[in-house]
C-alpha cells in the first residue's frame, strides 16, 4: 500500500505509518495487543479485584491535552498497564462476584474483533447483509435453544433482533406498545397510558418510561414481599390496574422478570400474562441474567408462561460469554416495533428494501447505525456448542450451590433468600453479633418493645452487613455488591465470572468468614 | 489454570478448551484472528465494494440450529471467508465512497479490543474507575482540539460524554431538554411541545422525537432551497416558530446540522442559536460528520455560533480513525440530562456516588451498561497525534478535490452543491443525453410549455442518474450512493475510507465515466 502525503507534520516518529490501516503494521500491533490481553488473564488474578484508586487518580496522571505527535504502541501499552489497569475494577477476574457476571470468552471476543475488523455499518439490509442475515439466523437458533415459541421466531413470522442492552429492549418495545395503544385510543391518550413492574423489576423500566414520556405518576412499581419470594403477584397487578382504570387512566405495558437483579427472584409468567392479557397490555419479558439457564432443560420452567408475552429478551453479554454489548429480543409482532421505529430517508432508499423481501433492522432499534452483533454470538454457540454452554451454566449453578452449603454450615450466617440460579443472597445475623450488642439495646430499653427491638435489630444488622460487604470488598480480594429488599441487606454473590473454579468460591468464603469474625469481634 | 468440570458432554473435540477464557487458548486463537483481518485488509481491493448476494443467501447455507458439539476455530474461520465476506459490503475497501465513511484504523480497533478484553461494565464511576475517568479526559482534549467554548467541558463545568450514535446523542438532549420545558410549564403541557429541524436534517431528529412522546403533528422540517445551499435559513425558523406559538403551542429543541447528510450543508449556527434564545429553546448541533474536520483552523470557522447552543455531538466513528461506534456529545449542562436520565437503584449505590466526587455516566445516557468507549479514542489521539490526524482529514479533501475538478473537466456532468468537506454531490446532465431524447420531448410536445420541459427533464434526468449509479455499482467497483435535494438525483462521492489513496479516486471516476458512456449511449 502506497503511503498518503501527510505533508510536513509527517514522520516524527517512525512507528507512526503513514497510511492508518496499513495491514503490516495493523499486523504487527494486533499481535502485540493479544498478547497483552492474554497476559493480562494469566495476571488477573494478581490485581485487586476491585479498583482501589481515589476519585480523580487519572487526570493527575495523564497529560492536559492530546499530543500533537504520535506515540508510539509501545508507550501507549505501558500506560495502560500503569495507568488504566489500577484504575479497573476486574469483572473479568475468577474472584469477581458482584453485580451480574460479564462473562466474557475467547470465541466471544474473537466475534468481537472480527466485527471491530470489518466495521460495517449495517443500517440495512444492503448495507452489508450478511450483518442482517446472520442475525436472524442466531437468534433463531437461540430462540430455538430457548424452546421460545415459534411465534417468536422468523420462521413463525416473529423475530429476535440484536440490541445492545436491555434498556434498549424495553425503551423499543414500550414505545412499540404505545404506539399501538394511541392509535386505538387516540393520539392525545398519552397521559392515560400506565406502566407497571414490581419493586424488583429492574430500574430500565422506570428510565424508559420516562424517556418514551409516560407520565411519571403512572408508573407502577407493584410492591413484592418475601412470602413470594418477591415475585410479583397476579392479584397484586390486577388489584393495582383496577385502581387505575377506574381512575380513567389506561393500562398500558407490564414487564415481567426472569431472574431480578437484587435476588433472582422469578415473576409468574403464566399468570401475570393471562391478567394483562384481559387489559389488552403488551407483556414484555426481562430475561437478563437468567435467561440464558433457560437453554437447560431443568432451568426451562421459570420461563413457562412466556407464550402469553409479547416479548422476550436476554443480555448474552452476562452470562452467556458474549462479549458486551449483545441483548437479544424477541417479538411476536416485529411490524409494531417497525411502525414506532421505522424511518424511510432517500438516502438509504434501495431496490432490496422496496422488494420487501429483506429486514431492515434500524427498523427494529432505537439507533440507525448498528455493528455486526451476530458474529460474536454465532462464534459462541459454535465455538462451545449446545452441551457444552449449558454444561458451562451448569457448573456456575453447581458452585453458587456449593457456596450456599458453605453459608449454612456457618451459624453465624442466613441465606435471605431461595437461591434460583448461580446466586446466593446471604448475611450475617443479629444474634450472632454476641452479648454487648444485646446489652446495649437492654440498656436503652428496647427490650420493652417487641416491635421496636425487631425493627433497632434489623436497622443494626443492616449496618454490620454493609461494613461487612465494605470490609471484603477493600480486601481486594474478592468483590460482591449488596441487595435491599424486604428492609433486610443482603450480600449477593454471583457466580459466573468465565474463569471461576471452585476453589475461587471456596476462598471467597474463607474471605467472608474471615472478614465477619474480625468485624464480629471488634462491634 | 485448572478447568472447569464440564460433566459428560464434555471434550467433543480437542479444540474446545473447557475454560472458554483459557489464557493460552485466548492467545493461540487471537492470533490467528489477527492475520486473518490483516490479510483482509491485504484483499479487500479484490473483493465487490458492494455486496453482490440475494436476499436469504445465508440461510441456505448454514445449519438450520446451533451445533451440538464444539466446532474448531479454523472451521469457523473457514465458514467466515466462504459464506460471510461475499455477503459484506466492505466499508474498509479503498474504493468505499458511500453513505459517509466508517473510517478504521489499527489504533481506533486496538483501542476497541482491549476494551473487548477488559469488558468491564462501567455503568458508574465504582464498576471500573479507569473506564469513566479516561472518558472525562479524551472528551476534555478532543474538546479543547475543537477549540469547543469551555463551557461545554468539565473544566469549564460542562461535559462530554460518549455515546453509541448520534440518535443516542439527539435523544438524550431532547429528552432533557423535554423535562427541563415542562418542569416549567407543567408536565401536563407534554403535547404541546415542538422539535424543529430542516428537511435536510437527519432522520434521527424524527425519530428520536417520536420515541420522546412528542406529538407527530409537531415536528417542523423547515423547507430549505438550493439558494442557501440547503442551509436552513433563521428566517424561516422564525417564521414556524411564530406560527406555532400563534397556535398555542410551546417551540422545545431545534436541531441544526454541520454537514448534513444529503449534501454536507452547514446551517448558520450562530443566527439560528439567536433565534432560538428568543424563544427559550434548546439547540443541538449535530456534527456528526463533519465536526471532526472542523479539528483543522481552516475548517473550524463552519461551527462557529456553537457558544450559543445547548450540545454539540460528532461521530468520531465516521470520520476520525474511530471504530463503531462512538458518538462524543458535550453539553454545557450535564444536569439537564441527569434531572431525566438519573437512575439510583439500591444495587448500585456506592460511597464514590454519595460523595458526588465523581461521574456516574449511566446517568448521562439511555443505557445502564457501558462499554470503556474511551480507550479507542485516546489511542487514536495518542497513536496520530493532533498534527497528523490534521492532515489525515486534509488529505482526504485534498482528493474530494481532485475528484471535483474531474467531474468540472468533463461537461457531460454537473456538480450539484458547493463542496465543503470530502465529499462531492453530482449528476451527469440531461442535455449530455443527446439529440434522441431531445427530439423525443419534442414530438410529445414538451418544447411548448416550458415549465413542464423542465420538470419532465429534471424526472428523466434523475432517472438516468439512478441508472448511471445503479450500473456503477453493480460492477463491484466503486460503491458511492445518493441524495435527493430540490427535487434532483445526485451522486454522492465521499471520500473517508482509510486506506483510499488519489489512485483509487482517479479509477473510481474512470468508472463513472465508462458507466455514462454506456449508459449514454443506449438511452
Same mark, same amino acid.
Given at each position: 500500500?502506497?503511503?498518503?502525503?501527510?505533508?510536513?507534520?509527517?514522520? #516524527?516518529?517512525?512507528?507512526?505509518?503513514?497510511?492508518?490501516?496499513?495491514?503490516?503494521?495493523?499486523?504487527?500491533?494486533? #499481535?502485540?495487543?493479544?498478547?497483552?490481553?492474554?497476559?493480562?488473564?494469566?495476571?488477573?488474578?494478581?490485581?485487586?479485584?476491585?479498583?482501589?484508586?481515589?476519585?480523580?487518580?487519572?487526570?493527575?496522571?495523564?497529560?492536559?491535552?492530546?499530543?500533537?505527535?504520535?506515540?508510539?504502541?509501545?508507550?501507549?501499552?505501558?500506560?495502560?498497564?500503569?495507568?488504566?489497569?489500577?484504575?479497573?475494577?476486574?469483572?473479568?477476574?475468577?474472584?469477581?462476584?458482584?453485580?451480574?457476571?460479564?462473562?466474557?470468552?475467547?470465541?466471544?471476543?474473537?466475534?468481537?474483533?472480527?466485527?471491530?475488523?470489518?466495521?460495517?455499518?449495517?443500517?440495512?439490509?444492503?448495507?452489508?447483509?450478511?450483518?442482517?442475515?446472520?442475525?436472524?439466523?442466531?437468534?433463531?437458533?437461540?430462540?430455538?435453544?430457548?424452546?421460545?415459541?415459534?411465534?417468536?421466531?422468523?420462521?413463525?413470522?416473529?423475530?429476535?433482533?440484536?440490541?445492545?442492552?436491555?434498556?434498549?429492549?424495553?425503551?423499543?418495545?414500550?414505545?412499540?406498545?404505545?404506539?399501538?395503544?394511541?392509535?386505538?385510543?387516540?393520539?392525545?391518550?398519552?397521559?392515560?397510558?400506565?406502566?407497571?413492574?414490581?419493586?424488583?423489576?429492574?430500574?430500565?423500566?422506570?428510565?424508559?418510561?420516562?424517556?418514551?414520556?409516560? #407520565?411519571?405518576?403512572?408508573? =407502577?412499581?407493584?410492591?413484592?414481599?418475601?412470602?413470594?419470594?418477591?415475585?410479583?403477584?397476579?392479584?397484586?397487578? @390486577?388489584?393495582?390496574?383496577?385502581?387505575?382504570?377506574?381512575?380513567?387512566?389506561?393500562?398500558?405495558?407490564?414487564?415481567?422478570?426472569?431472574?431480578?437483579?437484587?435476588?433472582?427472584?422469578?415473576?409468574?409468567?403464566?399468570?401475570?400474562?393471562?391478567?394483562?392479557?384481559?387489559?389488552?397490555?403488551?407483556?414484555?419479558?426481562?430475561?437478563?441474567?437468567?435467561?440464558?439457564?433457560?437453554?437447560?432443560?431443568?432451568?426451562?420452567?421459570?420461563?413457562?408462561?412466556?407464550?402469553? &408475552?409479547?416479548?422476550?429478551?436476554?443480555?448474552?453479554?452476562?452470562?452467556?460469554?458474549?462479549?458486551?454489548?449483545?441483548?437479544?429480543?424477541?417479538?411476536?409482532?416485529?411490524?409494531?416495533?417497525?411502525?414506532?421505529?421505522?424511518?424511510?430517508?432517500?438516502?438509504?432508499?434501495?431496490?432490496?428494501?422496496?422488494?420487501?423481501?429483506?429486514?431492515?433492522? @434500524?427498523?427494529?432499534?432505537?439507533?440507525?447505525?448498528?455493528?455486526?452483533?451476530?458474529?460474536?454470538?454465532?462464534?459462541?454457540?459454535?465455538?462451545?456448542?449446545?452441551?457444552?454452554?449449558?454444561?458451562?451454566?451448569?457448573?456456575?449453578?453447581?458452585?453458587?450451590?456449593?457456596?450456599?452449603?458453605?453459608?449454612?454450615?456457618?451459624? =453465624?450466617?442466613?441465606?435471605?433468600?431461595?437461591?434460583?440460579?448461580?446466586?446466593?443472597?446471604?448475611?450475617?445475623?443479629? @444474634?450472632?453479633?454476641?452479648?454487648?450488642?444485646?446489652?446495649?439495646?437492654?440498656?436503652?430499653?428496647?427490650?420493652?418493645?417487641?416491635?421496636?427491638?425487631?425493627?433497632?435489630?434489623?436497622?443494626?444488622?443492616?449496618?454490620?452487613?454493609?461494613?461487612?460487604?465494605?470490609?471484603?470488598?477493600?480486601?481486594?480480594?474478592?468483590?460482591?455488591?449488596?441487595?435491599?429488599?424486604?428492609?433486610?441487606?443482603?450480600?449477593?454473590?454471583?457466580?459466573?465470572?468465565?474463569?471461576?473454579?471452585?476453589?475461587?468460591?471456596?476462598? &471467597?468464603?474463607?474471605?467472608?468468614?474471615?472478614?465477619?469474625?474480625?468485624?464480629?469481634?471488634?462491634?
Amino acid at each position: 500500500m502506497a503511503s498518503l502525503n501527510f505533508g510536513n507534520e509527517r514522520n #516524527h516518529t517512525s512507528t507512526f505509518n503513514n497510511n492508518p490501516l496499513d495491514p503490516e503494521e495493523f499486523r504487527r500491533q494486533g #499481535h502485540m495487543l493479544i498478547d497483552f490481553i492474554a497476559d493480562y488473564y494469566l495476571n488477573v488474578e494478581k490485581y485487586p479485584v476491585q479498583s482501589q484508586v481515589e476519585p480523580g487518580y487519572l487526570r493527575q496522571r495523564l497529560p492536559e491535552s492530546a499530543p500533537c505527535n504520535p506515540e508510539p504502541i509501545e508507550t501507549i501499552l505501558k500506560d495502560v498497564q500503569e495507568h488504566i489497569v489500577p484504575g479497573i475494577t476486574h469483572w473479568q477476574s475468577p474472584n469477581f462476584f458482584a453485580y451480574f457476571p460479564s462473562s466474557g470468552s475467547t470465541a466471544g471476543f474473537l466475534g468481537e474483533i472480527l466485527s471491530a475488523g470489518f466495521n460495517v455499518v449495517g443500517f440495512n439490509w444492503i448495507a452489508s447483509p450478511a450483518a442482517t442475515e446472520l442475525e436472524t439466523i442466531v437468534v433463531d437458533w437461540l430462540g430455538e435453544m430457548l424452546r421460545l415459541p415459534k411465534s417468536f421466531l422468523f420462521s413463525g413470522n416473529g423475530g429476535g433482533v440484536l440490541q445492545g442492552t436491555t434498556c434498549e429492549a424495553i425503551l423499543c418495545t414500550l414505545v412499540a406498545a404505545r404506539d399501538q395503544m394511541l392509535s386505538k385510543i387516540g393520539r392525545d391518550n398519552l397521559r392515560r397510558l400506565v406502566v407497571y413492574g414490581s419493586d424488583q423489576t429492574h430500574s430500565a423500566l422506570q428510565k424508559a418510561a420516562r424517556i418514551a414520556g409516560i #407520565h411519571p405518576k403512572n408508573f =407502577r412499581a407493584v410492591k413484592t414481599t418475601k412470602s413470594t419470594s418477591f415475585a410479583l403477584s397476579p392479584d397484586s397487578l @390486577k388489584s393495582e390496574i383496577c385502581k387505575d382504570i377506574e381512575e380513567g387512566l389506561v393500562p398500558l405495558f407490564l414487564c415481567a422478570t426472569v431472574g431480578t437483579t437484587s435476588t433472582t427472584a422469578v415473576d409468574p409468567l403464566g399468570a401475570l400474562c393471562h391478567v394483562a392479557k384481559d387489559y389488552g397490555m403488551w407483556v414484555h419479558v426481562d430475561a437478563a441474567y437468567a435467561g440464558s439457564a433457560c437453554i437447560c432443560p431443568e432451568f426451562r420452567h421459570f420461563m413457562d408462561g412466556v407464550e402469553g &408475552a409479547n416479548s422476550f429478551s436476554l443480555n448474552a453479554h452476562k452470562w452467556f460469554l458474549t462479549t458486551l454489548d449483545c441483548c437479544c429480543l424477541w417479538v411476536k409482532d416485529p411490524s409494531a416495533l417497525i411502525k414506532s421505529l421505522s424511518t424511510n430517508p432517500e438516502f438509504l432508499r434501495n431496490k432490496a428494501t422496496e422488494s420487501r423481501q429483506v429486514v431492515d433492522y @434500524k427498523d427494529w432499534q432505537i439507533t440507525l447505525s448498528r455493528k455486526f452483533r451476530a458474529l460474536k454470538l454465532w462464534f459462541v454457540l459454535r465455538s462451545y456448542g449446545v452441551a457444552n454452554l449449558k454444561n458451562f451454566l451448569r457448573s456456575h449453578v453447581e458452585m453458587a450451590k456449593l457456596f450456599e452449603g458453605l453459608v449454612a454450615m456457618d451459624k =453465624r450466617f442466613e441465606i435471605v433468600v431461595p437461591r434460583n440460579f448461580a446466586m446466593v443472597c446471604f448475611r450475617v445475623l443479629q @444474634k450472632a453479633m454476641g452479648m454487648r450488642q444485646l446489652k446495649q439495646a437492654h440498656q436503652n430499653g428496647h427490650v420493652e418493645n417487641g416491635h421496636k427491638v425487631v425493627e433497632e435489630e434489623e436497622g443494626s444488622s443492616n449496618e454490620v452487613n454493609q461494613k461487612l460487604l465494605e470490609s471484603i470488598n477493600m480486601s481486594g480480594r474478592v468483590f460482591m455488591t449488596h441487595a435491599v429488599v424486604g428492609k433486610v441487606y443482603a450480600i449477593r454473590f454471583a457466580v459466573g465470572a468465565s474463569l471461576v473454579e471452585e476453589r475461587h468460591v471456596i476462598m &471467597a468464603w474463607k474471605v467472608v468468614q474471615e472478614h465477619a469474625t474480625a468485624i464480629l469481634s471488634t462491634n
